[in-house]
């Protein structure tokens, strides 16, 4: 499988126009706050991403929440 070229655009992050999948990426620290910056805009279209923030982050002492780790969580059918 040959390597894809990343293409960027600009506009409004919430609502790409792009056709195909798409991947919002978000980086943040590792102290699980979440109400200021972009995640604002996030948690206005989507109740998930939070959610599952907020959840990730107060199982941290069994998972892999940690600085260079990543969540993924789909916001919409693909």
């Known amino acids: 499988m040959g ?10 992050t919430t609502a790409p126009q792009a056709k ?9 620290n590792n102290l699980g706050g979440w109400g200021k910056g972009f995640v ?6 989507w ?3 939070e959610s599952e923030y907020r959840k990730w982050h107060r199982a941290r002492a069994t998972n892999d929440f940690d600085l260079g ?3 993924v969580v789909q916001v919409q059918p693909s």
């Open 20 to 28: 195909g999948t798409k991947i919002i990426a978000h980086i943040c």
């Open 69 to 71: 780790n990543i969540q």
């Open 3 to 12: 390597v894809t070229e990343i293409r960027y655009l600009k506009g409004d």
């Open 47 to 49: 109740d998930e991403p």
């Open 40 to 45: 604002v805009a996030i948690s206005k279209r």
